[in-house]
């Protein structure tokens, strides 16, 4: 006999389950995940799903009675709400990386000025919080033309500053910024809102990050953008 059946022949034994619970529950948030002597302790994750399943097992095998029938409601009712917050996460991860997007963007534009030895990005502190990583980041992004890039994430330079320090491209939270024209912007998470028909809930996206191009480039200021108008 397994413990998923010893647990459902005995609800009584559900009450020490939540104990247990409890009791894991706060050892687990004493362990100190962060210093790599303290091994993270999966195989204990099984205690959880072990006495979760259970739950749902004993609730499923008496929703006849009259009983446990409000807790099997309770539980279908618990399943639905915690499907729809999953999907309203993601729907709002999804679209949580706005300056990956834009950098993205950036290199599917393609440059092909060969008067340049190298492209210069500058990504604020904004930009590099909202989804600038090292896979986005290729010495050779605008593939054909194998211009090479280097990417700045220096903190601490002034708006104004920005236009003196040799920047081909910027991404930036800010719509305006001297020296430099806003070629596109890239629209990210803002909040949930509520509707009166189905689904019940939008994600509302506002301009998160603004990519600018260097006025002092000619290839750059030649070229059809968007705007960020």
Wanted: proline share 5%.
């Amino acid at each position: 006999m397994d413990w998923t059946q010893l647990l459902t022949q005995k609800p009584k034994l559900m009450g020490y389950g939540f104990l247990i619970y409890i009791f894991y529950s706060f050892c687990f948030s004493m362990i100190d995940v962060d210093n790599p002597a303290h091994t993270y302790p999966q195989q204990l994750l099984h205690i959880k799903n072990l006495l979760c399943s259970a739950d749902v097992q004993l609730r499923y095998n008496n929703r006849k009675k009259s009983f446990w029938r409000l807790f099997y409601v309770g539980m279908l009712g618990l399943l639905l709400i915690s499907l729809g917050c999953s999907v309203i996460f993601f729907m709002a991860s999804y679209k949580n990386y706005p300056s990956g997007y834009a950098i993205k963007r950036l290199h599917q534009a393609g440059h092909s000025d060969h008067s340049m030895s190298e492209i210069f990005v500058h990504i604020d502190t904004f930009s590099a919080m909202n989804g600038i990583t090292r896979f986005c980041e290729n010495d050779h992004p605008w593939s054909p033309w194998l211009l090479p890039c280097r990417y700045s994430k220096e903190e601490g330079i002034l708006l104004d500053e920005l236009q003196f320090r040799n920047f081909t491209y910027l991404l930036n939270e800010h719509p305006r910024i001297d020296g430099f024209k806003c070629l596109f912007k890239t629209y990210g998470f803002s909040r949930i809102r509520l509707r009166k028909c189905i689904p019940p809930t939008e994600v509302v996206t506002e301009p998160k990050v603004f990519v600018h191009g260097a006025l002092s480039n000619e290839y750059v200021m030649s070229r059809n953008w968007p705007g960020c108008s």
